[in-house]
C-alpha cells in the first residue's frame, strides 16, 4: 500500500511538472510566436496590402472626375470587353471539358492516365509567355498551320482566336484538377443505386453527381475566370497588343505606364483590383457554405 501510495504522489509530481513545464514552455514560446507573427503580417503587408493600397492611392490621387473619365475612354472600354469576351469563352468550355475530364480520369483506369494526369499540368509549369509563343510558331505566317489559315483566310495570331486558344490553354487544368479529388472521395454506390432505379447517366449526373461536386466546381470555375481576367503572357505574345483591337485590361495596364499615361493605368488596375478582391470574396463565401 506504501509503494502504491508513493507512486501515486510521484505520478502526482510528475503531472504537475509536466504542466508547469508546458506553461514555461509557453511563456519562453510567446516572445517567438509574437516574432514570427509580426514577421508574416509585415511580409505580406510589403509584398501584398501597401502596393494593393497604392494603386487605389495613384488612380484617385487628381480625383474621382479623373478616374471616371480615364475608365470612360475608348481604349478603355474596348479592353474590358475584351477581357470579358475572353473569360466568356474559356470558363464555359474549360467547365465542360473541366467536367467530362474529370468523370472519365477520377473514374476509369488506363493505360497513359498518368500521363494524362501529367499533360493536364502542364499549363502550370510552362511559362505564359512560352505558351504564346508556341501558338505563334504554330499558327503564324510561318507555322505549321500557315497553309490551311492562309487558304481559308481565318486569322489567328493577333486576333481574337488566338487570344482565346491562349486564354484556354493557361486556363484548362483548375475545373478538373478541382473535381478530381472530390470524385474521387465521393461514395459511388449512390450512383449505382440510381441506376438500379432505370436513372439514365444524365439523370444520374444531374441529381447525384453534381449535388456532390458542386462546391468543387464552383471553385474551379472561380479560379478559371480570374485567370482568365488577369492572363498577361500569353496574350501579349499572341495578341500583338494593338490598341483598340487586341488589348485586354492587363495589356493596357502595361501599354498605358509605358506611355507615361500613369493615371489611365492605374485606374484600369484598380478594376482588376476589384475584380480579384471579388473573387476572393466569393470564393470565401462558397468555403464557409461548403463546410456547413
Known sequence: ??????????????GFQGSSTRRKLEKVDTPTKKLLLGTAIGYVSLVILVPTLNVFVQAFRSGVGPFISNIMEEDFLHAVKMTLLLAGVA???????????????????FVGKTWVLTLLDLPFSISP?????????????EGWFAPVIQATGFRIVFAFPGMALATLFVTMPFVV???????????????????TLGASDWEVFWNVTLPNIKWGLLYGIILTNARAMGEFGAVSVISGNIIGRTQTLTLYVEASYKEYNTEAAFSAAVLLSLLALGTLLVKDRLEKAAEV
Not at 91 to 98: K, Q, Y
Open 91 to 109: 470558363v464555359p468550355i474549360n467547365t465542360l471539358f473541366g467536367i467530362v475530364a474529370a468523370l472519365q480520369l477520377a473514374r476509369n483506369d
Open 177 to 195: 484538377r478541382e473535381l478530381i479529388p472530390v470524385l474521387e472521395q465521393m461514395d459511388p454506390s449512390e450512383e449505382e443505386a440510381a441506376r
Open 129 to 141: 509567355v512560352v505558351t504564346g509563343l508556341m501558338l505563334v510558331l504554330l499558327y503564324g505566317r
Open 1 to 14: 500500500m506504501t509503494d502504491k501510495l508513493k507512486c501515486t504522489a510521484s505520478g502526482g509530481g510528475g
